[in-house]
């Protein structure tokens, strides 16, 4: 069955950098688009993250842009999200998933969440 | 980049329809027929419910439905079950740039 686990995420100083892994199984990674999905503590999901199946179109929003770097492994299947200069209002549980298809509109399948905390 | 607007909270009593709406633009919900509605339980992933304005996912019950006019999508839950009570959000394609989520709906089970 499909299956999406993140990596631990924990507690990191303002202004510093953390890399979030997601590893996959139980389908053929290089098929599909993958997505990184935040959710603020008692707040909305936010997308963060959308990578291309091929890994050759990755797309941000405003909020990370130049700051967050998604990237993928297809032979490791696994799915990465470098993120530097983090800042508080990025504390957040972090969701990996995979798309329905190739066309990155709809997560389909989600991992369990990591919880990211910036704090001094 | 802006969140699609979803009304805060919804309520009904069991086996009542209720229906959430999400607002957006004709950049957005208007102008493409993706647009998808996710369920989430407290503490727990997001559920795939509605895909491509009115598709369920394989599993998810008929008692689950989507629609849209113009700029404006709807889920629709009929039968209202205890376990429906969760918050929901819809999203949608924007073109060239990433997905976009609604702001969220609570749903209460009176």
């Known amino acids: 069955q499909v299956q999406l686990v993140e990596s631990r995420g924990g507690v990191v100083q303002p202004g510093r950098s953390l890399r979030l892994s997601c590893a996959v199984s139980?389908?053929?990674?290089?098929?599909?688009?993958m997505h990184w999905v935040r959710q603020a503590p008692g707040k909305g999901l936010e997308w963060v993250a959308l990578?291309?199946?091929?890994?050759?179109?990755?797309y941000y929003p405003d909020s990370v842009k130049g700051r967050f770097t998604i990237s993928r492994d297809d032979s490791k299947n696994t799915l990465y999200l470098q993120m530097n200069s983090l800042r508080a209002e990025d504390t957040a549980v972090y969701y990996c998933?995979?798309?329905?298809?190739?066309?990155?509109?709809?997560?389909?399948?989600w991992g369990q969440g990591t919880l990211v905390t910036v704090s001094s | 980049q802006s969140a699609l607007t979803q009304p805060a909270s919804v309520s009904g009593s069991p086996g009542q329809s209720i229906t959430i709406s999400c607002t957006g633009t004709?950049?957005?919900?208007?102008?493409?027929?993706?647009v998808s509605w996710y369920q989430q339980h407290p503490g727990k992933a997001p559920k795939l419910m509605i895909y491509?304005?009115?598709n369920r996912p394989s599993g998810v019950s008929n008692r689950f439905s989507g629609s849209k006019s113009g700029n404006t999508a709807s889920l629709t839950i009929s039968g209202l079950q205890a376990e429906d009570e969760a918050d929901y959000y819809c999203?949608?394609?924007?073109?060239?740039?990433?997905?976009?989520f609604g702001t969220g709906t609570k749903v209460t089970v009176l």
């Open positions: 998933g995979r798309d329905r298809l190739r066309r990155g509109t709809e997560v389909e399948y």
């Open positions: 139980g389908f053929t990674f290089s098929s599909y688009a």
């Open positions: 990578i291309s199946y091929d890994g050759n179109d990755k």
């Open positions: 004709s950049s957005d919900v208007g102008g493409y027929n993706y």
């Open positions: 491509d304005v009115s």
């Open positions: 999203s949608s394609h924007t073109g060239t740039s990433i997905p976009v």
